[in-house]
C-alpha cells in the first residue's frame, strides 16, 4: 500500500450522499420537526443505498467505481428539485428551460455519461474517492453545526417538560369549574375545523365571493352563523392551541421567551389540550396517515427527480383522505360513548386540490401558492367545500337526537399578504374567520357570545354543560411564523365589538 491513499481505502461517501439531504431538510425544519421524524428516511435511504452498492459491488467487481456510479446516482436524484428552483422561469431564446421534462435530459445525460465513465475507465479512482470522502465529510459538518446551534440556542427540552401543558391546565384566568361528567345523555360533539376558510364579509370584500348561500342553508337548518367573527391568532398551530386550551397563549412568552423560534411547545398544548382534558367526552382526532405524511420524506421526495409523481401522489393522498374523511365522519354517532370528534380539514387551504365540483385538480407548483392569481381555485376549493359541508350537515342532522356542530376555521385568507408589514386590510383579511354553531332544541343563537375562537367551548360548556367559565375580553394578537411567541396586539385595528 503506498503511502497516502489510506484515505481512498476507506469509501463512505456514497452513505454521506445519501444521508445529507436528510438531515438538510431536517435543519431546515428544525424548529418544527423533531429528530425521531427522520429515523424512517434514513432507514429508507440506507438501504436503499447499501443494497444497490452491494449489487453493484458484485456486478463491477470494484469497489471504487460502484460506489461513484452510487453517489452520482444519489446527488442527480436528490439535486434535480433545486437546480429546478434555479432555473425555473429562466428563459433562452424564449424557450423555458425550467419546465421540469427539459430539465430531465440534462439529468439523464449526465447520467448515462457518468455511469459509463465510471465503468470504462481505468484509473484507479484512488485520489477521487479521497476528494470525494471529504466534500462529504464538509457536507455533513455544515448541516450538523446549523442543527446543533439550533439546540445549543433553544437548550431547553419542552417536550418532557409538563410546565406548560399544566400551566394551561391549571386556568388561573378564571375559575376551573368543570362539572363531574355526567357522560349519559350528552350530545356527541362534531368539531370541524376548515383551515383558512374566509368570514362572510371578507370573502365579499377581499375575494369578490358572495358566500350567502352557505349561510342562508346552515341559518335555514337551525345554525347560528356568526356575522363578524375573528380568530385569535392568525397562525393555524397558535390559533388552535388558543381555541382547544380555551385561553389565550400569550403566556407561553413568559414561559418559553418572546425569542424562542420552535414550534414544539406550541404543538404541546395542542396534543395535550384542555377541551380533551375536561373528559367529557371521548376524543378523537380525525386523521390519516401514510408515508408521505413523514414530513421529511414529503420534502426530500418534492425536491427530488420524481418529485413531479411524488406531488402527484401526494395530492391524490389528501384527496382520498379529505373523502375517506368525510364518509367516516358520521360513523361516531353509533358509539355510545359521548364523543368529541375533531376534524381538522386542510380546506380551502392550499393546495387546491379539488375544483368546485369536486374533480381532482393539480394545483400549481409550491413556488406560486399564495399569489393573487390562486383566489380563484381558492374560491372554487371553498365551493366544493360547502357542497361536502352540506351534504355532510343534513347526515348529522337526520336523527332525532342530533348532535352539537362546530364549523369554524383559524383564520381567513390571506393573499398578498406581507407577514412583515400588513396594512390594516391584510390584517382583516387574514383575521377574519368563519364560525357556525348548531347546538340541539333551537340553542344555536346562545353561541352568539363566542366572537372570537377562545371562547367557543366557554360559551358551549356554560350553555350546554351548566358550566360557569369567564367569558374573556375578545382579544387579537399578530405572530410572526419565525416568532411564534412575540405577540402583538392587533385588536383596535379590526374594531372587535365587546
Ligand atoms: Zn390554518
Not at 449489487?55 to 429546478?84: D, E, M, P, W
Not at 477521487?128 to 446549523?146: D, G, Q, Y
Not at 397563549?249 to 380533551?276: C, R
Request: glycine share 4%; aromatic share 14%; proline share 5%.
Amino acid at each position: 500500500m503506498k503511502a497516502g491513499s489510506i484515505g481512498s481505502n476507506i469509501i463512505f461517501h456514497p452513505i454521506l450522499f445519501a444521508i445529507f439531504p436528510i438531515l438538510s431538510v431536517f435543519s431546515y425544519n428544525v424548529r418544527e420537526l423533531s429528530f425521531q421524524e427522520t429515523f424512517l428516511p434514513l432507514f429508507l435511504v440506507l438501504t436503499f443505498t447499501v443494497g444497490i452498492w452491494i449489487s453493484l459491488r458484485y456486478i463491477l467487481k470494484n469497489a471504487r467505481k460502484s460506489a461513484f456510479i452510487i453517489s452520482l446516482l444519489l446527488v442527480l436524484f436528490f439535486s434535480f428539485g433545486h437546480v429546478y428552483n434555479l432555473v425555473d422561469d429562466v428563459t433562452i431564446d424564449g424557450f423555458d428551460i425550467g419546465k421540469s421534462r427539459y430539465l430531465l435530459i440534462p439529468f439523464l445525460i449526465s447520467l448515462v455519461v457518468g455511469v459509463y465513465y465510471f465503468i470504462k475507465t481505468n484509473r484507479k479512482l484512488n485520489n477521487a474517492t479521497t476528494i470525494t470522502n471529504f466534500i462529504t465529510i464538509t457536507l455533513i459538518l455544515i448541516v450538523s453545526v446549523n442543527i446543533g446551534t439550533f439546540y445549543i440556542a433553544n437548550d431547553e427540552n419542552f417536550s418532557d417538560d409538563k410546565t406548560i401543558v399544566n400551566s394551561f391546565f391549571s386556568m388561573t384566568d378564571s375559575e376551573p369549574i368543570f362539572t363531574q361528567p355526567d357522560k349519559s345523555g350528552s350530545p356527541d360533539v362534531y368539531y370541524i375545523i376548515l383551515d383558512g376558510y374566509a368570514g362572510t364579509n371578507s370573502l365579499k370584500e377581499f375575494l369578490g365571493f358572495d358566500n350567502q348561500k352557505f349561510v342562508t342553508f346552515l341559518s335555514d337548518r337551525g345554525f347560528y352563523v356568526h356575522p363578524q367573527s375573528y380568530s385569535n391568532y392568525p397562525t393555524t398551530p397558535t390559533s388552535m392551541a388558543a381555541t382547544l386550551n380555551m385561553q389565550y397563549v400569550n403566556k407561553l412568552a413568559d414561559i418559553v421567551g418572546s425569542d424562542l423560534d420552535d414550534m414544539h411547545p406550541t404543538f404541546e398544548i395542542i396534543q395535550e389540550n384542555l377541551v380533551d382534558e375536561t373528559k367529557k367526552f371521548d376524543f378523537y382526532y380525525c386523521e390519516d396517515d401514510t408515508l408521505l405524511d413523514n414530513k421529511v420524506i414529503n420534502s426530500i421526495l418534492h425536491q427530488s427527480i420524481i418529485g413531479y409523481f411524488a406531488e402527484k401522489v401526494r395530492y391524490q393522498e389528501y384527496r382520498d383522505g379529505i373523502l375517506c374523511a368525510f364518509s367516516e365522519l358520521p360513523e361516531i354517532k353509533n358509539i355510545d360513548e359521548p364523543t368529541f370528534l375533531y376534524a381538522h380539514f386542510n380546506m380551502p387551504h392550499a393546495p387546491y386540490i379539488f375544483s368546485a365540483n369536486g374533480e381532482p385538480l393539480d394545483p400549481a407548483r409550491q413556488s406560486n401558492l399564495g399569489s393573487s392569481g390562486n383566489v380563484n381555485d381558492y374560491i372554487n376549493y371553498l365551493k366544493f367545500t360547502n357542497m361536502k359541508m352540506q351534504k355532510l350537515v343534513e347526515h348529522l342532522l337526520e336523527t332525532d337526537d342530533p348532535p352539537i356542530i362546530i364549523i369554524q376555521s383559524d383564520h381567513g385568507s390571506g393573499f398578498n399578504l406581507d407577514w412583515e408589514n400588513p396594512t390594516d386590510d391584510m390584517l382583516r383579511e387574514k383575521m377574519s374567520n368563519f364560525q357556525a354553531f348548531y347546538l340541539p332544541n333551537g340553542h344555536s343563537s346562545l353561541m352568539s357570545e363566542a366572537t372570537t375562537p377562545v371562547n367557543i367551548f366557554r360559551v358551549l360548556f356554560n350553555s350546554h354543560f351548566n358550566e360557569n367559565h369567564e367569558i374573556l375580553t375578545d382579544k387579537i394578537f399578530w405572530v410572526l411564523w419565525n416568532k411564534p411567541y412575540d405577540f402583538k396586539d392587533i385588536t383596535n385595528v379590526l374594531n372587535v365589538e365587546n
